[in-house]
């Protein structure tokens, strides 16, 4: 069993900065694919970025390459998503993913726990 805590959401003008952060309980974070979606309100879960077990693999949503960056530390047991430049259609629950079967994908039916979600508000 995998358990995911996001934290670092929160209310940001547009053209702010905010750090995601997805703390995560499980021995073998190492090799874990890590990855964030997000729902908007009366919208599908979309996926926003994905990062191998190594950090050397990464997969990015167009609409968020090259303001949003995943990272991870896998001796903390966390991953990050820094999200710059946001804009209001960024507004969106985001939640962070995990695939213990070390598999990058962009389907979240690829995933096997996920977080309870953190909100992000970018307001104009």
């Known amino acids: 069993q995998v358990q995911l805590v996001e934290s670092g959401g929160g209310w940001v003008q547009v053209g702010g900065s905010l750090r995601l952060s997805c703390a995560a309980a499980?021995?073998?974070?190492?090799?874990?694919?890590m990855a964030w979606f997000r729902q908007a309100p009366e919208k599908e879960r979309e996926f926003v970025a994905a990062?191998?077990?190594?950090?050397?693999?990464?997969r990015y949503a167009d609409s968020v390459k090259g303001r949003f960056a995943i990272s991870r530390d896998n001796a903390k047991n966390t991953a990050y998503l820094e999200m710059n430049s946001l804009k209001p259609e960024d507004t969106a629950v985001y939640y962070c993913?995990?695939?213990?079967?070390?598999?990058?994908?962009?389907?979240?039916?690829?995933?096997?726990?996920w977080g309870q979600g953190t909100q992000v508000t970018v307001s104009s």
């Open positions: 993913a995990a695939d213990t079967r070390g598999i990058l994908t962009r389907f979240s039916s690829g995933y096997n726990y």
């Open positions: 499980g021995r073998t974070f190492s090799t874990y694919t």
């Open positions: 990062i191998g077990w190594s950090a050397g693999t990464t």
